[in-house]
């Protein structure tokens, strides 16, 4: 039987569903839709782009000849902005219809940009989750543009700061008084700051861009700042509502099963724009990383082509270094915590029922692996030196029984 796949988005989700599809079915043809022009490329190296760290040609997720290897029909810089689920038929922006068997919707997510009085005054705007973001800001800076602000300390701020702090003279502004405080605890959180201080970036926590009058920014204390380009890095959200309008089940993301299955027949997604479940607390949730979205998509794109697979280990990790420094985390940060920390060596792990719930590694992130496996496993802590493995990560902490598990009874 010939089958005819279709995807829309052409990032980590998408290639590991056209991988897995092309392992189990070569006959079938599979049609990709992008919105951006770039072929397949890694989301997270782009501000490594910026710092000169990594060039055009390695920022390529796969090789340029990944279409034609997979045989795959890519249609760059076409939008799909309708999906009907009934007719099983999605429309491009430029009225063409195409009939699928089956559909992955791997759209990814967005930068949010609020509405902020006055954005429309200032010149210079760009958001900082694509390709050609970063090259807009380098050319932008190359042109003697050297005052950025940044509005946002998150992940995605930070990463623009670091991509950019040997060219240009930069400004992060937060509401919240803690950076990163989506992925880090307060105490963490404060070492960081001090970390991106003591590498030139002007970091104003605690304090919410009002305004924007031309170039100028007005903040909630009062205070301006004038700059010459603005990122604005507040946040991005799932790309859910293809789906939503044709009338499939969303919340904050699409919502899947472990199959990466959707609530329509025949329609499956993966990444950045579902909610799926945290098996560090049984919850749903949006967990946007890069392998959750890789294997996520290999667990759509099987079970598109009929060989099933299940996929019910997404958890919450963030793996990034931050001008030099590592940052692992992973989790949730719910229970006791047993803080093991010394200088700037951060290690803080939370628990609670006799089980690890999350931990936070800075600087020192090595055999980490251990206590992702302890939550994935709900390796109960009183079978295990619990003190001795949060300080030297190792399998003898651990009883017989899980050694055997874990090593295939060879310990
Ligand atoms: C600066 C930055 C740093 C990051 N660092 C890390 C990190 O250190 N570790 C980590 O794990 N993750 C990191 N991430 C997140 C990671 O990049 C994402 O989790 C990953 O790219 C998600 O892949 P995806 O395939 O779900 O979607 P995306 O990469 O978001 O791609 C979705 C694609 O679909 C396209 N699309 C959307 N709607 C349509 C439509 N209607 N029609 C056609 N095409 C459409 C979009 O244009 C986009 O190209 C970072 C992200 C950014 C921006």
Redesign the pocket.
Same mark, same amino acid.
Not at 317 to 320: E, G, I, K, Q, S
């Given at each position: 039987m010939h089958r005819k796949y279709v995807i829309?988005?052409?990032?980590?989700?998408?290639?590991g569903a056209v991988e897995a599809i092309r392992r189990n079915d070569r006959n079938g043809s599979i049609v990709i839709?992008?919105?951006?022009s770039q072929s397949t490329y890694?989301?997270?190296l782009?501000?490594y782009y910026n710092q000169g760290k990594v060039g055009r040609e390695s920022i390529y997720f796969r090789p340029d000849d990944f279409y034609e290897k997979n045989d795959c029909d890519f249609r760059p810089g076409?939008?799909?902005?309708k999906i009907d689920i009934h007719s099983c038929t999605i429309t491009t922006d430029s009225g063409s219809d195409e009939k699928y068997d089956r559909l992955l919707i791997?759209?990814?997510?967005?930068p949010v940009v609020p509405p902020f009085p006055g954005l429309d005054t200032v010149s210079n705007v760009r958001t900082?989750?694509?390709f050609d973001d970063a090259l807009a800001l380098e050319e932008l800076i190359s042109s003697g543009l050297s005052r950025v602000l940044i509005v946002g300390a998150g992940?995605?701020g930070l990463?623009?700061a670091e991509g950019i702090s040997k060219k240009a003279d930069v400004t992060c502004v937060d509401l919240s008084d803690k950076v990163l405080s989506s992925i880090l605890d307060d105490v963490s959180s404060d070492l960081i700051s001090d970390h991106i201080r003591s590498n030139g970036i002007k970091l104003v926590l605690g304090n919410a861009v009002k305004a924007f009058s031309g170039n100028k920014a007005e903040l909630a204390d009062g205070s301006r700042i004038d700059f010459d380009v603005l990122v604005i890095a507040s946040g991005?959200r799932p790309?859910a509502s293809?789906f939503k309008n044709a009338g499939g089940l969303t919340g904050k993301g699409i919502i899947i099963d472990d199959h990466c299955r959707t609530s329509a027949e025949n329609v499956f997604a993966? /990444?950045?724009?579902v909610e799926s479940v945290d098996m560090s607390t049984g919850k749903y949730k949006v967990m946007?990383?890069?392998? +959750? $979205?890789?294997m996520q /998509?290999e667990c759509a794109g099987s079970n598109m082509s009929d060989t099933e697979c299940v996929f019910n280990k997404a958890i919450p990790? +963030? $793996?990034?270094t931050l001008f030099g420094l590592h940052i692992l985390t992973t989790g949730s940060y719910t229970g006791e915590v047993s803080d093991d920390s010394e200088g700037n060596d951060i290690r803080r792990f939370y628990h609670s029922d006799n089980r690890l719930n999350g931990y936070i590694l800075i600087n020192n992130i090595d055999k980490a692996g251990i206590y992702t496996s302890m939550i994935r496993d709900r390796v109960p802590l009183d079978t295990i030196d619990f003190g001795l493995v949060r300080k030297a990560p190792g399998l003898m902490a651990f009883g017989r029984v899980y050694r055997d598990k874990t090593l295939g009874g060879k310990s």
């Open positions: 829309i988005g052409n990032s980590a989700a998408a290639v839709f992008s919105k951006e890694s989301r997270p782009i501000s076409t939008s799909v902005f791997a759209t990814g997510s967005e900082y989750t694509s992940l995605i990463k623009c991005v790309c293809l993966a /990444g950045d724009c946007a990383l890069l392998p +959750n $979205a890789y /998509g990790m +963030n $793996a990034l």
